[in-house]
């Protein structure tokens, strides 16, 4: 990756529109396509660690458990961090500043993580659904 296309947190974040987020962070993952493959264990050996889960705590609370850091999009299950420029297994193993960088992380929900990766907003619900009194009886019409 040249310097020209390292991305950042600071940049992200100029981004007000959670689709223009997404954009800037996209891959062109491939379904199967491993990432680690045999060397998994590194990096789940990695997001066990109590340097991980400090600093996983400190994102969090920098972006308010919200989706991609926007306020209209609280995550409500659970958080997972996004190295917005991959990792790979050197950089694990040689504890690259890249891998704890704040500045290359991002909160986002499961589903928009697996979005991120495979660059299909489609995966990722379009709006919040909106809810109104009585929208669970079908047979009670809201004048």
């Known amino acids: 990756m040249t310097k020209a296309s390292i991305k950042s947190y600071s940049e992200l974040i100029t981004f007000e529109d959670f689709y223009d987020r997404f954009?800037?962070?996209?891959?062109?993952g491939i379904v199967g396509e491993p990432t680690f493959d045999l060397m998994r264990y590194l990096?789940?050996?990695f997001y066990h660690s109590k340097t991980w889960r400090g600093l996983k705590d400190q994102i969090i609370a920098r972006d308010m458990g919200c989706d991609?850091?926007?306020?209209?999009r609280p995550i409500r299950d659970?958080?997972?961090?996004?190295?917005?420029?991959?990792?790979t297994v050197e950089d694990?193993?040689?504890?690259?500043?890249?891998?704890?960088?704040?500045?290359?992380?991002?909160c986002c929900s499961s589903r928009t993580h697996r979005a991120i990766h495979f660059g299909d907003i489609e995966q990722?619900?379009?709006?919040?659904i909106v809810r109104t009194p009585n929208?669970?009886?079908?047979?009670?019409?809201?004048?």
């Open 124 to 128: 990722v619900r379009v709006e919040p």
């Open 78 to 87: 659970r958080v997972v961090l996004h190295h917005i420029n991959p990792i």
């Open 92 to 106: 694990v193993l040689n504890m690259a500043p890249n891998v704890i960088d704040p500045e290359n992380l991002i």
């Open 23 to 28: 954009n800037y962070l996209k891959l062109p």
């Open 43 to 45: 990096n789940q050996e």
């Open 68 to 72: 991609l850091g926007c306020e209209e």
């Open 135 to 143: 929208d669970t009886c079908p047979w009670r019409m809201n004048k």
